[in-house]
């Protein structure tokens, strides 16, 4: 059973770091890409930032560029996303999301999500 667990949100004033982590377990195959998403209430689910596991490559949403930035430990198969000069337009529930092959097949497993509350 594929679990992707998520820590590290809360509540932090404008212009503060936040730094969350998210740990995959439970899986076999190969590991492709982490990523964070978010939902803020009223909007759809965006990509916030992506990483490939083998290569280190990654792309990130134009509104966080510079202030954000995401990195992995594939020992321990877990995800980072720093989040620094944080903007109450951050706030939102921060969901990690990872694409895993195996036997032929890739599927996409999601965490239950962190809240990150940006607010003074």
């Known amino acids: 059973q594929v679990q992707v667990v998520e820590s590290g949100g809360g509540l932090v004033q404008p212009g503060g770091s936040l730094r969350l982590s998210c740990a995959a377990s439970?899986?076999?195959?190969?590991?492709?890409?982490m990523s964070w998403y978010r939902q803020a209430p009223g909007k759809e689910r965006e990509l916030v930032a992506v990483?490939?596991?083998?290569?280190?490559?990654?792309n990130y949403a134009d509104s966080v560029k510079g202030r954000f930035t995401i990195s992995k430990d594939n020992a321990k198969n877990v995800a980072y996303l720093q989040m620094n000069s944080l903007k109450p337009e951050d706030t939102a529930v921060y969901y990690c999301?990872?694409?895993?092959?195996?036997?032929?097949?890739?599927?996409?497993?999601w965490g239950q999500g962190t809240q990150v509350t940006v607010s003074s």
């Open positions: 999301s990872t694409t895993i092959g195996s036997s032929g097949q890739t599927r996409r497993y």
């Open positions: 439970g899986f076999t195959g190969s590991m492709y890409t």
């Open positions: 990483i490939t596991v083998a290569g280190g490559s990654t």
